[in-house]
């Protein structure tokens, strides 16, 4: 038989083309995007799953780890193999009752992948993938089987492994400050543990953000750096020593990756966690109005006035009356009250026994207040403070809501103020055991809430929440919450919220969902320090910082000096038919346009950093052929967040689609405009 010869060169690239071509043999199963843009396969290797993710051909996740740490059977992770496979695909648009966008498209394409242990105990579950053109999601299915009526989670395998040398926008997880860190910028490769969303921009520009969907009685999942660049779903404990257990069948949230080539596109793909939820179960919802509130709150921050009854007391019958008056005249929809009810004397912080929300301190005449507001067009906030005792708030839970129903109060804000992992329950024993805000307990309590809230149509506001997951989709009442950095820390906190924080805000929190940020400060200062913004930015913050529940935190004698400026807080709506981002860096700067839902007007929201800009708006979201007069809320020459930050002009311009207009940023500050349709 003749020997086949070859180069030598052939002979020594031989193993390297062998190591090339086999590199993926081991892939069972793929799908691409609708536009063929993004592909994730599936891959087993001698028995153990993971997966990967291309994008225009070009890797994006390198092979990435699957699987469980289980109480029942052991790790889920070896001798596994495919069963069957499945595919699907979806084109749907449905109507959001609100929101940033009234319409959201939904198209992509599915692959259902059915594994089973090849050994005893022979487990089985499925891994669904939905691939969308900016992004993916995946999860982990367990039907009924055999042997295994329940999952005790351990630990989730999940891995993500970022293939280029990124950087990362980030805060920490596990952490006692919960959610309310400022974003650190780091290589990727410096990250320790972050909460989830997370921002990564690669060196060739490519930005990826990692979350998850649809967190329903499950636990939420931080991201813990293994080694280099790959990073494990680290799940948050319960008081029990596991992370989650369920009864089969059931399904693992979604976890998400929004991938885009621009920071601005990012933001755009963030449609993809509202998708991955299931449709809306609570039926018609309009008894729910996006709008702007005030309330007994800046105040509070500032230490004029307090929380707990006594000479400082801001929750009077005279004070709210104020606040009541105040809306009215200026067409606020809402007044929130803080510190109305029993159990705000002494120390509340994380001991929240004493509170009571069926009933109101003696100064504060609950009955007569709401029956005032009512008369004036003008509707009460409530507010229900848990101080993290959080089972006594379950006790009261459905006679506080019908409590506010009766008295018109169709807002709640709710609060979880105590040290991450705080969270008490009461056991089935009657013990008391310690939670954490993102534990599966606490994830259901969450929705426990919503549902309760529902049947007295209540809508909720949580503050020291659950991370944002797209549940807004499912149901509709949970209108905003907090989760960041809010604006109270910019009163009091050392260091203030620095220029940046916003434009980081845009592009990692607010991925996720609404937030009730609470802007407005046009006083421009906080307890004993300057705000580091422009009296402009205050107002381009409506614009950029979305919710359906806006606050204009200031106060109201602070809102008389500044009539011109409140004119803005006035107009700009809570709700809107449509929005684009027109341009923007993480933490450097962002410009918003958005399309008034109730009306043909379009508003723009642009602020920036530290670094002042100039920038160039093409105004081609407006209807083309149609006249609008801008209504500018700019800043003023010489102005500079430190030194001259309520330097500010307000002027008016016809114009069109076809125009340009030049934003002239100051440091730390921003620009608000209303284009008003003729």
């Keep these: ?82 069963v069957s496979t499945d595919t699907a695909s979806a084109d749907t648009t449905w109507e959001q009752p609100w929101g940033e966008n009234r319409f959201v498209r939904d198209r992509h394409q ?93 060196a060739d520009g490519l930005h990826i953000a990692f979350h998850e969907a649809a967190l329903v009685d499950y636990a939420g999942m931080w991201l813990r750096r293994a080694e280099g660049q790959r990073f494990r779903a680290q799940l948050a404990p319960a008081s029990e020593g596991w992370k989650v257990r369920r009864t089969l069948p059931f399904a693992t949230p979604w976890r998400t990756l929004q991938i885009a080539d621009s920071a601005a596109a990012l933001y755009a793909a963030s449609d993809i966690t509202l998708n991955l939820n299931a449709p809306n179960r609570l039926g018609d919802v309009g008894w729910f109005k996006p709008a702007k509130y005030v309330g007994i709150w800046w105040s509070l921050h500032l230490e004029q006035e307090s929380w ?99 008295l018109g109060i169709d807002v709640v804000k709710t609060g979880y103020v105590c040290d991450a992992g705080q969270i008490e329950r009461r056991d089935a024993n009657g013990d008391i055991v310690r939670e954490w805000h993102d534990g599966q307990w606490n994830a259901n309590h969450h929705l426990r809430v919503l549902e309760a809230a529902a049947r007295h149509r209540v809508a909720i506001n949580s503050h020291e929440p659950i991370k944002d997951t797209g549940l807004r989709r499912t149901y509709p009442n949970w209108v ?26 845009v592009f990692t929190r607010m991925l996720s969902g609404p937030m009730d940020y609470t802007p407005g400060i046009l006083s421009l200062q906080g307890r004993g320090q300057p705000i580091q913004t422009t009296l402009a930015k205050q107002l ?47 933490g450097d700067f962002v410009t918003f346009a958005r399309k008034d839902r109730a009306s043909e007007d379009w508003y723009l929201g642009s602020v920036t950093d530290e670094q002042g800009r100039v ?28 030194d001259n930050p309520t330097a500010f002009v307000r002027e008016e311009r016809d114009v069109t689609s076809a125009d340009t207009l030049t934003l002239k940023l100051a440091p730390g500050g921003g620009e608000a405009i209303r284009f008003v349709a003729h």
């Design 1 to 82: 038989m003749p020997c086949l010869r070859l180069p030598r060169l052939a002979l020594l690239l031989l193993p390297a083309l062998f190591a090339s071509f086999g590199a993926h043999a081991g892939t069972v199963a793929h799908v691409d995007s609708p536009g063929k843009v993004l592909r994730v396969e599936l891959d087993l290797s001698e028995g153990r799953l993971a997966y990967r993710v291309l994008r225009l051909g070009e890797p994006v996740i390198d092979d990435s780890r699957l699987g469980f740490r289980l109480r029942e059977g052991g790790t889920l992770e070896r001798n596994l193999s495919l």
């Design 110 to 202: 599915e692959l259902r992948a059915r594994f089973a242990e090849t050994i005893a105990p022979h487990r089985r579950f499925d891994i669904v993938v939905r691939v969308f053109d900016d992004g993916l999601g995946f999860r982990y299915e367990f039907p009924e089987q055999p042997g295994l009526a329940r999952a005790t989670i351990d630990d989730e395998l999940t891995e993500f492994a970022v293939h280029a040398p990124a950087t990362a926008w980030w805060i920490p997880a596990g952490e006692w400050n919960r959610y309310e860190y400022l974003y650190q910028r780091t290589p990727l490769d410096a990250v320790t543990q972050a909460h989830t969303p997370m921002t990564v921009r690669t």
């Design 308 to 406: 707990a009854t006594g000479r400082k007391h801001g929750a009077t019958t005279a004070n709210t009356k104020r606040y009541i008056d105040f809306a009215a005249e200026h067409g606020f929809r809402g007044v929130l009250v803080e510190g109305w009810n029993p159990g705000w004397d002494g120390q509340w912080f994380g001991n929240g026994y004493d509170f009571d929300f069926t009933r109101a301190t003696p100064d504060f005449d609950i009955e007569a207040l709401s029956a005032y507001a009512a008369s004036r067009g003008v509707h009460l906030i409530g507010h229900h403070e848990t101080g993290c005792a959080v089972s006594h708030y379950e006790d009261q839970m459905e006679a506080a809501f019908a409590l506010d129903a009766r």
């Design 480 to 505: 905003s919450r907090e989760g960041a950095r809010g604006m109270e820390y910019a009163a009091w906190a050392r260091p203030t919220n620095p220029p940046e924080h916003e434009a980081n805000l």
């Design 540 to 586: 381009a913050l409506y614009v950029v910082i979305y919710s359906p529940v806006q606050m204009a935190a200031d106060l109201p004698e602070n809102y008389e000096k500044h009539l011109d400026a409140l004119r803005f807080i006035e107009d700009v709506p809570a709700d809107w038919a449509q929005t684009r981002v027109v341009d923007g860096e993480v």
């Design 615 to 642: 920038l160039q708006v093409p105004l081609s979201f407006l209807e083309p052929g149609r006249r609008y007069t801008a209504q500018r809320y700019r800043d003023g020459d010489g102005a500079h967040w430190r």
